[in-house]
Structure formats: C-alpha cells, structure tokens
C-alpha cells in the first residue's frame, strides 16, 4: 500500500511538471518530438525511483531503529514482526523494478539460492512442560531410616519461599483477641468474627503468662497458644526449616520437599501466548513417580501441604488408591499422617475473579471456589477415609486473619474451606503466607508437626 500511493503520488507530480519553455522558435525534423517526449518520460521515471527509494530507504531506517529498542526490551514478538514487515517491503520493492523471470538468475548470479516452495511444516501438538522437580532435604541412611516426611508448597511457593522461618508477631493482630482456636468437629460452625471457645487475650504480655500452662506439645485445656522462645529468637534465622529442625528432632525421619513451577501469569494477559500446563491429576502423577524413585511406600509416610500443596497431596493418594501398580498402592498403604496448612479443600474465592483482559491460568480454575475438580477430589478422599481403604491422622490450621495482596487485604483460603471435616482443626490469628512459617521449634505450628509424628511413630511401635 505505501508503494501503491508513493507511485500515484510521483506519477501526479510528474504530469504536473511543466514542460521546458524555449527562448526561439527553431524548426525542428518530426523525429525530433518523440525523443524529446521519450527524455521527459525517462525523466519522470527517474525521478519517481529516486523518490521510492529515498521513501523505502526512510522507512526501512525507522523500522530498524524500532526493531532495535525492542531488542533492548526483550521483545522477541515485536522483533519478529518488524523483520517481517522489511522483508515485504523489500521484496515487493525488488519485484518492482526486476521481472520475476530475471530474479532466479540474479540471485544465482549474487551467489544465493532462489526461492522455492517449501512443503507446509508438520505442526505437532505442544508438549505440556515438566515442572515437577524432588529434593532431599535430609536422608539418614537405608539402615536408619524409619519414616518419610514429605512438604509440598502452594502456588507461587519455592522451597525457601514457603518454608521459611517466620518473623510475624501476634502483638496487635486480630486486636489481641484470636490466639487460637481447637476443635475436633467440623468447622460449618464456626463463626470467624463470634467464636466462643477462643481464649481471648488482651496483649502479647498476657500470651507468654498462658504458654506457661503449655506442655511440650502446646495442649492447654483444649486452647492453644503458640509458644515463642527468646532463644530461638536470636539464632539465625533458618531459610528451610524442615531442613534445619526436623534432623534434630527426628533423626530418623527422611525429609522430602516436592517442589513444582507455577505458571508466572496466574492471571494471563489476552496478548500473550497461553503455555501448555499440566492439570493438577497429571502433575500429581509426575510427583507419584518421583517418589517411588526415592523408594516412598517402603516406611510410614507424613505429609505436609501448604495451600495447594494439600491438593495434591489428596490427589496423589486417590490416584494410589486406585493403581494397580505395587509402588504406587504402597504409597497409600504407608500414609500415616496429614497436616494441612490453610488448604481450599473447597477452593478459594479468589480464584474467581475476573479482570478485564486477563485470563485465568489452569492453576488457577483448578482451585476456584466449589469448582468441580475440588469437589470431586474431596468426596474421593473421604470415600477413602470412609471406607477404609486409607486410614490416616489429619489436623488442620485454618487462617483467621486477611492478606494482604499488592494493594487489598483478602481472604484467600474461607474457614470452611480450609476444614477436610476430618481429625482435629485449629484456627490461627496469622495470614496465608505466614501460617506455615514456624516463629520457632517451641511454637504451635512446628510443635503439632511434632506431636503429629510421634503419634505415628508410636502407633508403628505398637
């Protein structure tokens, strides 16, 4: 198009030129004006490629200084696109002036080879990308080994991300009041703002007085308070501290973190290319074999799921339940024990909501509030437990405070979400980021952990 209108606008200009004016009057042969008008022809024509040329020369100039600032911003897209448009441009500049019968020649002639029709390319369906990887964080030797403690983290999670130390205070949360709440029935009760069987303190002052009641597993007459050691607060600070704590405290015990990638847009924009993820079952899998690598299913296992992670941790057990490979079966059969951190074992409603030109990942509709993906994998799990056909120890923390998310403080795991109607349920006046954060080796959230697994390893004994 910028062709087409640069040449009507040359051909205007030339035939608005107005032919040279002679001073004389001299006779001239009659051959004579058809040279002259075939000199103004070659003329106009001269000045019409000139300027095509100055034009193409301009924009091609802008095209690759544009091209050049979107290298510098990483723009592989834009990039991609201009080299395109030169390249139209280019060719349809050379078909202009060269017959197509010559271009063969002339590019053999510039030592190229002439185009030719490709055959149209095979495209093959994408392949899902693998995101599961699994470290051992602590392995004391075949002979010694005595049970697995497996954590999976949630979206957006890492290894040193999610299970780091925690440096939250509950000094001025919650006003005070919520320090923590334990029940042994289901949460559909529970009032988040009216909760009666809370012990209520009205500073961090009267808290330490409570934790003098606390045993070693942090029981105090059915009410829980976390436990804070001064000492443990001017160590350093444990960047993992499944890897840090649990060796100490159960030398026996085999640490595993499964660790998976997250798609980096949970909330994609529409101008950007969808990437092919796996869905929750088929990562699940991926972790199921992982495991069985490492010989998972040959002693008692624990798990530990943060958010999400609690998902996966009941779909890998649905899918051992049904396998009919040894390995896997072996998982379930050896599962002993779950502790729960803030999982939407009914979904979030966070996960529904829509923005204007964004479109929501896999990750994410996965884990929308009674979607049916959480709603089926819930009712399988407790067939299961229902059944018999696994038989583990649950507990359960729930979140009683908001987080904050960029700008807004939200609520992204509800209390009946966060309730498997299963086992012992505890509420915590901390965030969703933080709730599986230990202050310290003294406090509840590790202490429960604890007591969680000298409940299986005594049981193993009997």
Not at 109 to 125: K, Y
Not at 265 to 288: D, H
Not at 338 to 365: D, K
Request: hydrophobic share 35%; net charge positive; proline share 6%.
């Amino acid at each position: 198009l910028m062709t087409l209108r640069l040449m009507s606008c040359s051909e205007r200009m030339g035939a608005s030129m107005e032919e040279p004016q002679f001073s004389e009057r001299v006779e001239m042969p009659v051959a004579e004006p058809v040279l002259e008008s075939q000199a103004l022809r070659y003329y106009r024509l001269s000045l019409m490629t000139l300027r095509l040329m100055s034009s193409y020369v301009s924009v091609v100039c802008r095209l690759l200084a544009a091209a050049y600032h979107a290298i510098l911003r990483n723009r592989a897209v834009i990039v991609s696109g201009i080299m395109a448009v030169i390249g139209v441009i280019t060719k349809g500049a050379l078909y202009m002036y060269i017959p197509p019968k010559k271009m063969e020649p002339l590019l053999r002639t510039l030592g190229g080879a002439a185009p030719r029709p490709t055959p149209p390319a095979i495209e093959l369906p994408p392949q899902p990308e693998k995101s599961v990887h699994c470290d051992v964080l602590h392995d004391p030797g075949p002979n010694n080994r005595q049970m697995d403690v497996i954590f999976i983290h949630g979206l957006k999670g890492s290894l040193e991300r999610t299970w780091t130390q925690g440096m939250w205070e509950l000094k001025g949360r919650d006003n005070g009041g919520r320090i923590l709440l334990r029940k042994s029935s289901s949460a559909s009760s529970i009032n988040t703002l009216q909760i009666s069987e809370v012990h209520r303190q009205s500073s961090e002052s009267n808290l330490a007085t409570v934790c003098k009641n606390v045993d070693c597993n942090g029981h105090s007459d059915g009410k829980v308070v976390s436990q804070i050691d001064q000492r443990e607060r001017d160590r350093e600070v444990s960047r993992c501290w499944p890897r840090d704590w649990l060796p100490q405290d159960y030398p026996g015990a085999r640490v595993i973190a499964l660790n998976y990638t997250t798609d980096p847009y949970l909330w994609r924009p529409v101008w950007i290319n969808k990437r092919c993820r796996t869905s929750m079952s088929e990562r699940a899998w991926e972790m199921m074999h992982h495991l069985s690598e490492l010989g998972v299913g040959e002693h008692p296992i624990v798990w530990v799921g943060h958010s999400k992670g609690g998902l996966f941790v009941k779909q890998m057990l649905v899918h051992a339940c049904s396998s009919s490979d040894s390995k896997m079966a072996a998982i379930s059969k050896e599962s002993r024990g779950i502790l729960f951190y803030s999982v939407p074992h009914r979904g979030s409603p966070l996960a529904n909501l829509n923005l204007p030109l964004l479109r929501q990942s896999i990750e994410l509709t996965e884990v929308q509030k009674d979607s049916a993906e959480v709603t089926a994998l819930h009712d399988k799990f407790r067939g299961l437990l229902d059944s018999n056909q696994l038989t583990v120890e649950v507990r359960s923390f729930i979140e009683t405070t908001l987080t904050l998310m960029s700008l807004v403080y939200v609520r992204i795991v509800s209390v009946e979400s966060a309730d498997a109607e299963i086992g012992e349920l505890y509420g915590v006046p901390i965030d969703h980021r933080n709730i599986c954060k230990p202050r310290s080796r003294n406090c509840f959230l590790y202490r429960e952990l604890l007591s969680l697994i000298e409940s299986v390893t005594t049981e193993r004994q009997s």
